[in-house]
């Protein structure tokens, strides 16, 4: 059972590219999470889709869009990439928007240079 | 301030020693409440949900005090195994259709010989 899965797991990209981290859940769950996580700030949610067809901004979501393509899979982009958004990205999933716990999947280790 | 604080540690204990987490969050409206455990490099997974009337699972314990708006963990009977990085997490109920989870920079735990 792999859980979330997130690909890549690492990248680097220069200034001003652009790239889509992709995340899948095979737990038919209902809502899916984007955070970032970077030193002595904590997860941060930069979008949520609570269920298959809605989209939310999560606490920070300049740079970034997103796709929730099916129930299984949410998408972040970005279109320009800035040396701010250097960080872990994970993705995450639940039952629901409500629900415990959220799964995680093991991260992308994204640099901007 | 931080809407969830931890004191970052790191926590340095002996195996076999009792170690306190402590947790503060700022926003009353909070309605539930989580440990996650990470290790290093690794995803965040689900320790335990808080409870008011306070919650045991094997060695460890989580208590609430909505007054006071403070959290604990508390692991008995430290093993080498428990070393990793605490995450306080604070869920707080929106009107709409989905809720989002707050997390706390996380405190370090090491357990030593």
């Known amino acids: 059972n792999a859980g979330v899965t997130q690909t890549p797991k690492f990248q680097v990209l220069k200034t001003g590219q652009s790239m889509t981290l992709q995340c899948a859940q095979d737990?038919?769950?209902?809502?899916m999470y984007w955070y970032r996580q970077d030193p002595g700030m904590g997860l941060r949610l930069i979008y949520y889709s609570a269920s298959e067809g809605t989209t939310d901004k999560g606490e920070v979501p300049n740079g970034y869009n997103v796709s929730r393509l099916n129930k299984r899979e949410f998408s972040l982009r970005l279109e320009s990439a800035a040396p701010s958004q250097t960080s872990v990205y994970f993705c995450?999933?639940?039952?629901?928007?409500?629900?415990?716990?959220?799964?995680f999947g093991d991260g992308t280790r994204l640099s901007i240079l | 301030r931080k809407e969830v604080e931890q004191d970052p540690g790191p926590f340095n204990v002996p195996e076999g020693a009792t170690v306190a987490f402590n947790c503060t969050y700022s926003?009353?409206?909070?309605?539930?409440f989580f440990w996650y455990r990470q290790d290093c490099r690794k995803e965040p997974k689900l320790l335990m949900s808080?409870?008011?009337s306070g919650n045991e699972d094997g060695r460890f314990t989580a208590q609430l005090n909505r007054a006071s708006q403070y959290i604990s963990l508390l692991i008995r009977d430290s093993k080498l195994s428990d070393s990793a990085t605490y995450l306080c997490?604070?869920?707080?109920?929106?009107?709409?259709?989905?809720?989002?989870?707050?997390f706390g920079t996380g405190t370090r735990l090491q357990v030593t010989l």
């Open positions: 737990m038919n769950h209902n809502s």
């Open positions: 808080v409870y008011s």
């Open positions: 995450a999933s639940s039952e629901g928007p409500a629900r415990q716990p959220q799964h």
């Open positions: 926003n009353s409206a909070s309605q539930s």
């Open positions: 997490v604070v869920n707080k109920l929106n009107t709409g259709t989905a809720s989002k989870l707050t």
